[in-house]
């Protein structure tokens, strides 16, 4: 991984590594982040606009799991025990970190206009679940391989934050290094995430060509970042030019993407040009 | 009372047994008949995330304080079922994650079809699903208290009575968030009491028979529910469905446990 950009993770095929270990995951699944950092005082520090508006957006993102299981739980996906066991440790951690973020952020803007994302946004759980009868087990990869990508796609925002690039607060040395912590603890609670979708993309799609093909074709199709539809246009917008404003992490993306087995270049094209970066 | 949905997320936690000495069911094992209940009742524990499935494709997963309960509530029923594998591991029973994924491929076309009858049905009634939903999820809860409890009782075995005892204390929280999200979405809406109402009445059945054989299903009654102490406790469970609006005189477990065959 780049350390200055937090993308383009090596790929790990042919490395062989070892099993994620899901009930190791769930026994240490992080809580809360309320005791661990006085949020209070970094959000009382200032923020610049684009940073608060930013994080503001990443707690809408990072709280819509419950988007994510229902599109993947209708099909075969909820079948596989380990998936799903993950994944309920995957949204409590998630849950915590949109509300860490949230709090030093507030609300997001123009609940109006996302309300409204909410309702049109996709397909709805009944053509997805018609579409897994005859998708079947190979739609499981399709779904860990989105989680992975979605994963990358968050991490411009967070490295961006975390980048000495752009000044973090309006008074410098206030909440930057405070805030810089947070998002530190955030990347790596979230690496465990991009590890266990990686590694499981990795295997389904190396091992079964269909499960590639729908991998390349949910991805291309998704609206990046996945959660898009729980923030505003304008906000979703505003997201993606701050995460997208460095075109060498924008090109880490693209590799991360063509690192997954069977995933080519038009898949990441679409996905940067989905994010009309 | 209004459930405080910050109150619980924030004191959620996994059940918690590194205190108690499973290694007592070495010396003191369960009969082979409780086993099998602790079996069919972890496999309801780690099965929550699909009910959740359902819960998703209606409406209701739009609104914050629902995915927040939902979020805490999947992970501590993911707990109840690692707790109780736990004690199934002492007895040489294994409930690993490959065992449980062959149990849901048994479900066949019915398990396939439920997400969409469910958003269908979602989608013809509208918000008043929800309600139908909520009622369910507080018949469920209340049922897998009364199971924990009975259980404790029959079995008069020390570790294993506190272990449940600590997980119907959670499952206490989650009957307080479903009755109280189900109590207002009854309150004053004949329309969601109706569909309620049939719903309940005409497709309820215990918790776990989508996910068991019908004999696993008519073993656990039998085991917790069959005799007088038993129906007593199934009749608890009624008194307190047929206490929300506009559900009086349901009798949706006794009427599940006639059709059983338990008495």
Known sequence: MNPSTGVGRAPTVGRGPAPFDVRGFARTAQGSLRDEFDLEAIARAGLAPECRRTLAALAELEGATMAYLRNVLVTATHKDARVTAFLVSWAYEKYWIADALRRIAGEAEDPEDRAAGIATSGRGPVRRALAGFVQGFDVIGAHLALGYVDDLVLDLAYARLAAAAIPIATDPGAAGPALGDLIARIRAIKSRHTAFFEGETCRRLGASPRAARLARREIRRSPWPLGGAAVGAAERAAFVRFATSDGAAVAALARGIRSLPGLDDRTATAVVRRLGA | ?263
């Not at chain 2, 068991?212 to 469905?241: N, Y």
């Open chain 2, 1 to 263: 009372m209004a459930f405080d949905i910050d109150r619980y997320t924030e004191t959620s936690v996994s059940v918690n047994w590194s205190d108690l000495d499973l290694e007592v069911f070495r010396r003191d094992p369960l009969p082979e008949s409780s086993l099998r209940t602790l079996r069919y009742m972890a496999d309801v524990e780690y099965h929550t995330v699909c009910y959740t499935r359902d819960l998703l494709t209606t409406p209701s997963h739009r609104e914050a304080d629902v995915s927040a309960f939902m979020t805490m509530w999947n992970r501590e029923e993911f707990w109840h079922g690692e707790a109780l594998a736990a004690v199934l591991a002492v007895h040489d029973i294994t409930v690993d994650y490959d065992a449980l994924k062959a149990n849901r491929m048994k479900l066949g076309w019915k398990d396939r079809l439920d997400p969409i009858k469910q958003s269908v049905l979602g989608g013809l009634v509208g918000q008043d699903f929800v309600a139908v939903h909520m009622s369910w999820g507080a018949a469920n809860e209340w049922s897998a208290i009364t199971a924990y409890q009975r259980m404790a009782e029959l079995e008069e075995h020390p570790v294993l009575a506190e272990l449940l005892r600590r997980i119907a204390k959670q499952e206490a929280r989650h009957v307080a968030f479903y009755t109280s999200q189900a109590r207002e979405r009854l309150a004053a809406n004949t329309k969601a009491q109706k569909v309620t109402r049939f719903a309940l009445s005409r497709f309820w059945a215990p918790v776990g028979s989508s996910i068991s054989t019908e004999d696993d299903v008519r073993h656990v009654m039998t085991h917790l529910m069959s005799g007088p102490e038993g129906r007593r406790s199934a009749r608890k469970v009624d008194d307190s469905i047929s206490g929300m609006p506009g559900l009086a005189g349901l009798t949706i477990v006794q009427d599940a446990l006639d059709r059983l065959g338990v008495s």
